[in-house]
C-alpha cells in the first residue's frame, strides 16, 4: 500500500470540495482523511494502490465542479494503515 499527502489550492473550500473528495476516494478505493486548513486549501493524507492513487490524483486535479484548482502538490509519505476515509475539522 503507498500512501501520498497533497495540498490542493485555488477555490477549494465552500465548494464541498471535501465531501466529494471523501465520496471520490471510498469509491476509488482509498482510505485517509482530507481537511480544510487556515490557508484556504484542502490537505488530504490518501493510502491506495497505486492505480486508485493515479485515478484518485487525477480527480483532484478537478475537484467539484464548483471547484478551480490552482494548484496541487503531493509527496509520497508512509502509509498508517487507514481502513476508511473521513473528514476533520
Given amino acids: 500500500m503507498k500512501a501520498i499527502e497533497i495540498t490542493v489550492r485555488g477555490r477549494v473550500q465552500g465548494v464541498f470540495f ?4 471523501r465520496d471520490k476516494a471510498l469509491a476509488a478505493g482509498v482510505s485517509g482523511w482530507c481537511k480544510n486548513q487556515s ?3 484542502v490537505f488530504i493524507h490518501a493510502e491506495g494502490s497505486e492505480q486508485a492513487l493515479d485515478n484518485f490524483m487525477a480527480w483532484c486535479h478537478k475537484g467539484p465542479m464548483m471547484a478551480i484548482v490552482t494548484e496541487l502538490t503531493s509527496k509520497a509519505v508512509e502509509a498508517e494503515g487507514f481502513s476508511s476515509f473521513e473528514i476533520r475539522r
Wanted: glycine share 0%; proline share 0%; hydrophobic share 15%.
Fill in 18 to 21: 471535501r465531501a466529494s473528495t
Fill in 39 to 41: 490557508d484556504s486549501s
